[in-house]
């Protein structure tokens, strides 16, 4: 049974860099076809999708959010990461990873979710 | 970009029948599988359908997903309403190198 698991600061200042971990246990990052995602939630809101890496290492971004993120792969460590620089209120949220396979599309696997607050 | 707009809520009786609906707002509902997600609160979103009208297995037949492409919208069937239905769904597809998720619609069962 795969697992996905984020981790990181639940609290980051104005204007620094958001940095998640995502990772998985029960199998392979390497193997198989699939895209590892983050996806977002504000409070109250809806999902939005940050962007995904490919077992390759390439990698997609949502346009809105391209400018300040980045989603590397630690193969050696079965994780994956995010990065998003410059940050504000608007993006205190739960921050999710999880994994979308390409053989019947869909997101198959979720991580619980952390919640990040940015604030001063 | 396109975007997929929801109800925002809908509700129903236990027993009853319910239509989400999820339309999008540029390119073809057909071009692209539409996924089906459903949030609890508290927790992580699962998959009720997947490629518009496919069930992952656990996931009851009481859901079921189709496309219409003269109103370029996907819907998302729930017959037999039980309680713990009620939870936001949220519809999401994509295009070349986007993923987008619906604005969700919140099921109230009572």
């Known amino acids: 049974q795969v697992q996905l698991q984020e981790s990181g600061p639940g609290l980051v200042k104005p204007s620094q860099t958001l940095s998640l971990t995502c990772t998985v246990s029960?199998?392979?990052?390497?193997?198989?076809?699939?895209?590892w995602s983050w996806i977002r939630q504000p409070a109250g809101k809806g999902l939005e999708w940050i962007g995904r890496?490919?077992?390759?290492?390439?990698?997609n971004y949502n346009p809105s959010l391209k400018s300040r993120v980045t989603i590397s792969v630690d193969t050696s460590k079965n994780q994956f990461s995010l990065k998003l620089s410059s940050v504000t209120a608007a993006d205190t949220a739960v921050y999710y990873c999880?994994?979308?396979?390409?053989?019947?599309?869909?997101?198959?696997?979720w991580g619980q979710g952390t919640l990040v607050t940015v604030s001063s | 970009n396109f975007m997929l707009t929801q109800p925002h809520s809908v509700s129903e009786s236990p027993g009853k029948t319910v239509t989400i609906s999820c339309t999008r707002s540029?390119?073809?509902?057909?071009?692209?599988?539409v996924q089906w997600y459903q949030q609890r609160p508290g927790s992580s979103p699962t998959t009720v359908i997947y490629?518009?009208?496919?069930?992952p297995s656990g996931v009851p037949d009481r859901f079921s997903g189709s496309i219409d492409s003269s109103s370029n919208s996907a819907s998302l069937t729930i017959s037999g309403l039980k309680t713990e239905d009620e939870a936001d769904y949220y519809c999401?597809?994509?295009?070349?190198?986007?993923?987008?998720f619906g604005g969700g619609t919140k099921l109230t069962v009572l």
């Open positions: 999880a994994r979308w396979r390409t053989s019947g599309y869909y997101f198959d696997y």
């Open positions: 029960g199998g392979s990052i390497s193997s198989g076809s699939y895209y």
């Open positions: 890496i490919y077992t390759s290492g390439s990698t």
């Open positions: 540029s390119g073809s509902i057909a071009s692209n599988y």
């Open positions: 490629e518009d009208n496919q069930r």
């Open positions: 999401q597809s994509y295009d070349s190198s986007n993923w987008v």
